[in-house]
């Protein structure tokens, strides 16, 4: 228990609003130690479980305004894996698997232990280099997210040691304000890209993808302004349950709400909205494309478009 009731290793990056949380989180798993400690023994003696597999034997509820409120197991789980006692091992029927990382790590796993300020740029590099081009915001909110301890010293270092660049970003408008990153591995694919040699696709994002994932950034960006509609009653959503936005070659199209029927196996897509200005019929053919690998990676036998699709791009869609 020293671990959590130390906070050692887990969060040290909040801020003072999330310094708060942690020690809320903290206190939270302390009061409910009888739970951690059945869940991570169940794991070491039956191996990988799923959620399912554990009874929630919490005496106080985790408690929030969002759709985690009450769920104490996953809560619990969570948070064991922020802390780098559990890792989810694999799947099964769509669940997660947890198990102990000692058993799921492959025998190569590193495990020098790094100091705080080295861990703070490994993860910066890699955010960036999901990224592609960052400013210190965007960096700080993907990865590790929030968890950037001094990452302003953090980046001037790895520009020092020219692991990373400043760079500019210029539009239509002219220059962007702010200071902007690429990773210095990434020069050679920024020169193969201005020679050619980019090959544009069409394809499906899922609502979590990286992509998108930070909204903020998604609007700057694309001009792409996108809100996930799980939990907005059905009334309310605009663009479906589960829009897909589909990215086609650099610009953020249009939206597909699809739903797989597991019974006749037919997807049917309930919602289809195009962006303004991305009418063209040649989108709508290669939005086709991509709608039907979604359908072959689901097994589907069949497309419906049997929602509200744009009249100019029905044809299209069904040829």
């Not at 809320?24 to 798993?29: D, G, I, P, Q, T």
């Not at 660049?165 to 408008?173: F, H, S």
């Not at 996930?228 to 009334?235: D, F, Q, R, S, T």
């Not at 897909?244 to 289809?272: F, G, Q, T």
Request: hydrophobic share 40%; with cysteine; aromatic share 10%.
């Amino acid at each position: 228990m020293q671990r959590v009731a130390t906070g050692k290793g887990f969060w040290h990056g909040f801020s003072a609003s999330g310094e708060r949380q942690a020690q809320r989180v903290l206190a939270w798993m302390k009061a409910n130690d009888a739970l951690r400690r059945s869940m991570l023994r169940q794991i070491r003696e039956r191996g990988p479980l799923p959620s399912r597999a554990f009874e929630d034997q919490s005496t106080g509820a985790w408690r929030s305004s969002g759709w985690n409120n009450g769920r104490n197991v996953g809560m619990m789980l969570f948070y064991l894996q922020m802390m780098g006692q559990l890792m989810v091992a694999g799947r099964s029927g769509g669940q997660k698997l947890w198990d102990l990382p000692e058993r799921s790590l492959p025998p190569w796993t590193p495990k020098t232990r790094l100091g705080e300020p080295a861990i703070v740029r490994w993860a910066a590099e890699i955010s960036l280099r999901a990224l592609g081009v960052a400013s210190p915001t965007d960096i700080r909110e993907h990865f590790i997210r929030w968890k950037y301890v001094n990452l302003p010293a953090a980046l001037a270092l790895l520009e020092k040691q020219g692991r990373i660049l400043p760079v500019g970003i210029r539009d239509t408008d002219g220059s962007w304000p702010g200071t902007w990153y690429v990773h210095a591995d990434d020069l050679a694919l920024l020169d193969r890209i201005e020679a050619g040699g980019w090959r544009p696709r069409t394809t499906l994002l899922s609502p979590f993808d990286n992509l998108i994932i930070d909204r903020r950034r998604t609007s700057r960006m694309f001009g792409f302004d996108y809100t996930m509609e799980i939990y907005v009653p059905a009334a309310k959503r605009r663009y479906g349950y589960f829009a897909m936005p589909v990215l086609h070659e650099d610009r953020l199209v249009a939206r597909v709400d699809p739903a797989m029927n597991r019974d006749n196996k037919r997807l049917s897509i309930r919602r289809l909205t195009v962006e303004s200005g991305c009418e063209d019929l040649q989108v709508a053919r290669a939005t086709r494309d991509a709608i039907a690998g979604l359908a072959t990676f689901l097994g589907a036998v069949a497309i419906d478009y049997d929602g509200n699709v744009p009249v100019r791009w029905r044809r299209a869609l069904n040829a």
